[in-house]
């Protein structure tokens, strides 16, 4: 990575955890996928059990490998048959995995779901959440994260289904199509427990 890159993700880094401090929420700033990865890994604990909504970024650093050849009881929805147990699962999880479709430079975090699994458990039930996020989703303020959320994180996403309207154009069309993976919008500003919610900040680009 460029050595300027570097030291401009390294500086906002320290804005954005300085935001989220302010929210009752906590930072972290990796120099890589393998330092977040041994971060998060810190933060999840031996023996716990865990689960995950879709987080691209979780499998980009290893994380959903490492789960599953750890010592953890790793709930994993995509090797289950039912679906449905395996989403209800994470409301009395240890540790739920996430990621977020944008974050702003004072640490307000935008998610949008279509089945609404994972931005439910963000708000509400696991005893601890942590987010891993790639510098690039960093946005300047709430609207910024909105766009990037709703033209950026979802278009790319409802690509691996392929039926959504954006899928064609390439950006939001503010559909109402059956097809939507924009069904529910969670900003997250203020977290009223102490601890519950970590975010670590990778410097690299990561899910989409």
């Not at 959903?64 to 039912?82: C, H, P, Q, S, W």
């Amino acid at each position: 990575m460029n050595e300027n890159r570097f030291k401009r993700n390294e500086k906002l880094a320290e804005t954005v955890i300085k935001g989220l401090e302010s929210r009752n929420m906590t930072g972290y700033y990796a120099e890589n996928q393998e330092l977040a990865l041994a971060k998060a890994l810190e933060l999840i604990g031996k023996g716990s059990t865990v689960t995950m909504g879709g987080c691209t970024s979780a499998r980009e650093i290893g994380l959903v490998d490492a789960l599953t050849k750890g010592d953890y009881n790793f709930i994993d929805r995509d090797k289950m048959e039912d679906k449905r147990a395996a989403m209800l699962a994470a409301y009395d999880a240890d540790v739920f995995i996430s990621s977020a479709n944008a974050l702003t430079e004072d640490g307000i975090m935008v998610n949008i779901d279509g089945n609404s699994n994972r931005v439910s458990a963000i708000a509400q039930g696991p005893r601890k959440v942590v987010f891993i996020v790639g510098m690039n989703k960093i946005c300047k303020d709430v609207d910024h994260a909105m766009k990037r959320a709703r033209n950026v994180a979802a278009p790319i996403n409802a690509a691996r289904f392929g039926k959504a309207p954006c899928c064609k154009t390439g950006t939001c069309v503010d559909c109402k199509s059956p097809d939507t993976i924009c069904c529910q919008f969670l900003i997250t500003r203020y977290s009223k427990h102490p601890g519950r919610i970590h975010v670590i900040l990778v410097n690299d680009e990561l899910g989409f």
